[in-house]
C-alpha cells in the first residue's frame, strides 16, 4: 500500500494515534515518533533526516509545506519547487509511514498569524541578518508542528518525541534547539549531518541553479572549511584570515561571512581558538554568493 499522505491537522492527529498504537515499542521498550519538518523538493540531505528518523524510531512522520512565513521575497516563495508525488514516493521508499502535506490555508485559518514565535538576538546575526523575519517564520512553523505531531501515551506509557533537522541549516537548528530548550517543548532535536556531493559540495536544493563555472568554484567554500578543520585537528590555533584569504582569491565568489562560533550560541569564539592551540568543540560557518547563488556550509570542528 502506498505511504499516506494527510492534509489536515485532524487526520495528521488521528493517523499519529492510530499508528503509535499499532507500531508504539516494536523497536525497544520506549514507544517513539519522529518528525522530519521539510519544506519538499527532497534530495540527498533529506534523505538522510528521513533515514536517521525511520532508524530510530517506531514510526516516523514527514510534513512537506512550503511556510510563507519564513519567505521575505514573494517571488521566492512562488518559485519554490512543488514536487509533492515525488517526495512522497521518495519518503514511502526510505519506509516513512505518514507524510502531511497541508494547505497554507491549513496551516494558517486566519491568515498571517498574529503572534508568532521570535526567536530573538541568535536570529540578528549570519543568515538572519541578510533575512530579516525568516527564522520567526521557522520557529512558528515549527512550534505548530510539535504541537500537532505530538504524541499521546499508547497503553499509559509516554511517547519518546523526537524532531529531525539538517546541520547544514546550523543556525536554524541551533534556534529551535533554544526553542526547545527556553519554551519547554516536550521533543529531543536531532541534528543530522551534512551530506556533500564527492567533489566536497554540501547538498542543497539551490546547487541546481550553479552553472559548470560556478559549481567548480563553490568547491573552495568547503576546502576552506576543511582548513580549519585540519588545524583544530592539530590543535593549531583556528584564526580563520587564511580561510577567508582563500575564499577571497576565488574568482567568482564572493564571502559574505567566514566564522569559527561556538554551535549553541552562534557567537564567535574568542579564547581558545585565534592565538592558542584549540581543544574543545566549535564550528566553522560560511555563507558566499556564488554566481547568481547564496551559498551557506558549516563543519563542526573538534579537538580532545
Ligand atoms: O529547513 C526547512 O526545510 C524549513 O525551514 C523547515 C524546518 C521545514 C520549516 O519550514
Redesign the pocket.
Given at each position: 500500500m502506498p505511504i499516506t499522505v494527510v492534509r489536515t491537522k485532524a487526520e495528521l492527529r488521528s493517523e499519529i494515534a492510530r499508528l503509535t498504537a499499532e507500531h508504539g515499542g516494536r523497536r525497544g521498550a520506549t514507544p517513539s515518533l519522529g518528525l522530519a519538518?521539510?519544506?519538499g523538493a527532497l534530495h540527498n540531505g533529506h534523505r538522510m533526516l528521513a533515514e536517521a528518523a525511520v532508524a530510530a524510531n517506531d514510526v516516523v512522520v514527514a510534513?512537506v509545506?512550503v511556510?510563507p512565513l519564513?519567505f521575505g521575497d514573494p517571488k521566492d516563495l512562488e518559485r519554490y519547487p512543488r514536487t509533492l508525488d515525488a517526495d512522497a514516493a521518495l519518503l514511502d521508499a526510505i519506509g516513512v509511514d505518514l507524510v502531511f502535506a497541508p494547505s497554507v490555508e491549513e496551516m494558517y485559518p486566519g491568515g498571517e498569524p498574529l503572534v508568532r514565535v521570535t526567536a530573538g538576538p541568535l536570529a540578528e546575526k549570519w543568515e538572519g541578518a541578510s533575512r530579516p523575519g525568516h527564522f520567526d517564520g521557522?520557529l512558528t512553523?515549527?512550534s505548530k508542528l510539535f504541537h500537532l505531531a505530538s504524541p499521546g501515551p499508547v497503553a499509559g506509557r509516554p511517547v519518546a518525541f523526537r524532531a529531525y533537522?539538517?546541520q547544514k541549516?546550523a543556525q536554524?537548528l541551533a534556534i529551535v534547539r533554544r526553542m526547545v530548550k527556553d519554551l519547554d517543548f516536550p521533543v529531543d532535536v536531532v541534528g543530522v549531518p551534512i551530506v556533500r556531493a564527492e567533489d566536497g559540495l554540501a547538498l542543497s536544493s539551490r546547487n541546481q541553479f550553479l552553472n559548470d563555472g560556478d559549481r567548480e568554484a563553490a568547491l573552495v567554500l568547503s576546502r576552506a572549511l576543511r582548513l580549519m578543520d585540519e588545524r583544530a585537528t592539530a590543535h593549531q590555533p583556528l584564526e580563520p584570515d587564511d580561510a577567508v584569504a582563500l575564499i577571497k582569491s576565488q574568482p567568482g565568489v564572493e564571502l559574505d561571512y567566514f566564522e569559527v562560533v561556538d554551535a549553541d550560541t552562534l557567537e564567535p569564539l574568542a579564547f581558545n581558538c585565534r592565538e592558542t592551540p584549540f581543544t574543545g568543540e566549535a564550528l566553522a560557518i560560511v555563507a558566499a554568493r556564488v554566481g547568481e547563488v547564496r551559498l551557506i556550509d558549516n563543519m563542526p570542528l573538534k579537538a580532545s
Open positions: 519538518p521539510t519544506m510534513s509545506f511556510n519564513q521557522v512553523v515549527v533537522f539538517g541549516d536554524q
